[in-house]
């Protein structure tokens, strides 16, 4: 029974360690080589799960193996007869859903922390033994997983089938005290699992959760699961979320969560919900319908593709939108999340130096270690790639006479690219929405996905009867939204740059063009006055603006230990604020069009 086992063991939760024991029923005669993923999918970052490894040994029966380091995450067991036992601890202190955790309060894991590969039996069945840990420390403590289970106890630990090793990677574990709601889709079974403290209102996320899910089957026309796990830890201060085949951890605020008597949505949970939306579509889209370079390459070293504007931008697209479609938050409330993320776009000068298939492509070393000049050098596939499927989306409606959608696109790319297995070739997509559509379109994808210039937001917007203006920032806190009647703001005087609030002003960006970086001011600065008044993290905007008139100011400031003097020269702040209305003037043609768009 499986030639490969992995016995888990919460060993010691002061120390923050699994202890596990890998048996290989078959090693290789002549040497078997066992290794950690450098990176797990979803998260397009070099992490190295291999460091932490705290010790390891081998045996064969009662003998000890030599084991060989290899390099950074692979090792070597000897030349041996007969089963190959592999123990060793693995510390786990990263409250992400990308790695580990464990305390005397949960235990958390993937299996990309946890599982050594043996190499040459990647697709053999595994199987997994979870073993109750020590009840002194972990009373009421379950399992909650994704894996097929063998087991027949109600707590879940006990043994556990992975098809593979892609398959045995692919299912979080917590294990804790937490709280769960269960919900069906398709009469396929679907839970969310909350770890943290929190008073959630549980039948509200089952009702909301069973709504959005409902409509994402409903787009693809297939819901390809067996069981559905949504893994939440709630926080403090926190948010992220990781997609796999059947389940997907997230990480939220725990004042995101909707309570009891909650009415119209909150901001927060709107959030949550845009989340779980988020990874809840990619169970489809990535874990299915996959980048041809990711079914074909492993996962020790980076594997870049042009096309997360289609996996990601895409999915940031359909996540918000199916909350309107769902019902869960009205199309006002939906025009107020699109302005936001429009702002977002605009307000970053990277947009115009990067396409969405180069920041695809670089998310390893630009997209996922942004440092200080990331917004004048970058643009991110996620926020742009979701407009340039709302402008391909509406563009498709017009130009078919609404005969076509993105929807109809998604639903191609589940069958004859998810449902089939097949990967997605570089550059597929455009000529599968051309096939589709009937339309000549390599001047948008050319534009849009592989060139710089400005997409067609605000003329796409009309074909729906949506309206756009620009206007300028009321605060450093907006990003615009949705407006019943465009809000008048004056314009102001602006130095360009962004602050972080450490007790001092900080300047934690700088933006290209503004007066900031004319004068000379660079990231890490401490403000301390402007035009000899004091500046703190909440008056500079109020400092620059006191005194009308186009005037030179002084501003002091520390670089690093140095007082340092700058003449800045403060310019018009710009227009770079989304705000969107549904227009008093549409007809008929753009009613039903929106009708069909949101769903209304
Ligand atoms: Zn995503």
Redesign the pocket.
Do not use: K, Q, V
């Given at each position: 029974m499986g030639d490969i086992c992995y016995r888990v063991e919460l060993a010691d939760p002061g120390a923050h360690t699994f202890r596990v024991r890998l048996t290989v029923n078959s090693p290789a005669p002549s040497g078997q080589n066992l290794n950690l993923p450098a990176w797990i999918p979803?998260s397009y970052m070099i992490r190295d799960f291999a460091k932490n490894i705290v010790s390891i040994e081998a045996f064969s029966g009662s003998e000890s193996v030599a084991l060989k380091k290899l390099d950074k995450q692979t090792w070597r067991a000897g030349i041996i007869e007969g089963p190959l036992t592999v123990i060793y601890r693995v510390y786990a202190w990263d409250l992400s859903v990308r790695s580990a955790h464990f305390d005397t309060t949960h235990a958390y894991f993937n299996g990309t922390s946890l599982f050594l590969q043996v190499a040459g039996q990647e697709h053999a069945c595994c199987k997994v033994e979870l073993l109750e840990p020590n009840e002194a420390w972990s009373k009421g403590w379950k399992v909650a997983t994704s894996f097929e289970y063998k087991g027949r106890r109600i707590d879940g630990f006990g043994e556990y089938l992975a098809k593979n090793y892609a398959d045995l990677i692919d299912h979080p574990v917590e294990i804790g005290n937490w709280e769960s709601v269960k919900f069906s889709v398709n009469e396929i079974p679907h839970k969310m699992v909350i770890y943290g403290r929190h008073k959630a209102d549980y039948a509200r996320l089952g009702s909301d959760l069973e709504k959005i899910c409902s409509t994402h089957a409903e787009l693809f026309g297939e819901l390809p699961l067996q069981r559905y796990l949504f893994l939440v830890m709630a926080v403090g201060d926190g948010y992220g979320g990781l997609?796999h085949c059947s389940s997907t951890s997230l990480l939220c605020n725990r004042d995101d969560l909707p309570r009891i008597g909650e009415g119209s949505p909150s901001d927060g949970y709107t959030r949550f919900l845009g989340l779980c939306s988020?990874?809840y579509f990619?169970l489809w889209n990535v874990k299915r319908i996959r980048p041809e370079y990711f079914k074909e390459r492993g996962l020790e070293a980076e594997v870049n593709t042009e096309l997360l504007w289609v996996f990601?931008g895409f999915?940031s697209y359909y996540d918000d939108l199916t909350l309107v479609r769902s019902g869960c938050i009205g199309p006002e409330s939906y025009l107020e999340l699109l302005a936001q993320v429009i702002t977002r776009v605009q307000r970053g000068a990277g947009r115009q130096k990067q396409s969405v298939a180069e920041s695809s492509f670089d998310t390893w070393t630009k997209f996922y270690k942004q440092d200080e000049n990331a917004s004048n050098a970058i643009v991110s596939y996620y926020t742009k790639g979701a407009l340039v499927a709302l402008a391909l989306d509406l563009l498709l409606r017009e130009r078919t006479s609404d005969r076509c959608s993105l929807d109809q696109i998604m639903r191609a790319l589940w069958t004859g690219f998810g449902k089939t297995e097949m990967g997605v070739p570089e550059r597929s997509v455009e000529v599968l929405v051309q096939e589709i559509s009937g339309l000549e379109l390599h001047d948008f994808f050319r534009n849009a996905v592989y060139g710089t210039d400005e997409l067609p937001i605000k003329e796409t917007l009309q074909l729906v009867g949506v309206d756009m203006q620009w206007r300028v920032a009321k605060n450093a806190k907006d990003l615009g939204g949705h407006a019943k009647d465009w809000s008048e703001v004056k314009s102001r005087k602006d130095l360009g740059l962004r602050l972080i609030n450490q007790g001092e002003a900080k300047v934690s960006h700088v933006f290209d063009g503004g007066a900031a970086q004319k004068a000379g001011i660079a990231a890490g600065d401490i403000l301390l006055a402007l035009d000899g008044l004091r500046v703190t993290p909440d008056n500079l905007d109020a400092l620059l603006n006191r005194v009308p008139g186009d005037l030179d100011m002084e501003l002091v400031l520390f670089r690093r230990d140095e007082l340092m003097r700058f003449v800045v020269h403060p310019q018009s702040a710009p227009k770079d604020t989304c705000e969107l209305r549904f227009s008093d003037t549409a007809d008929n043609q753009q009613l039903a069009r929106r009708g069909s768009w949101l769903r209304l």
């Open positions: 979803g997609e988020h990874e990619h990601e999915t």
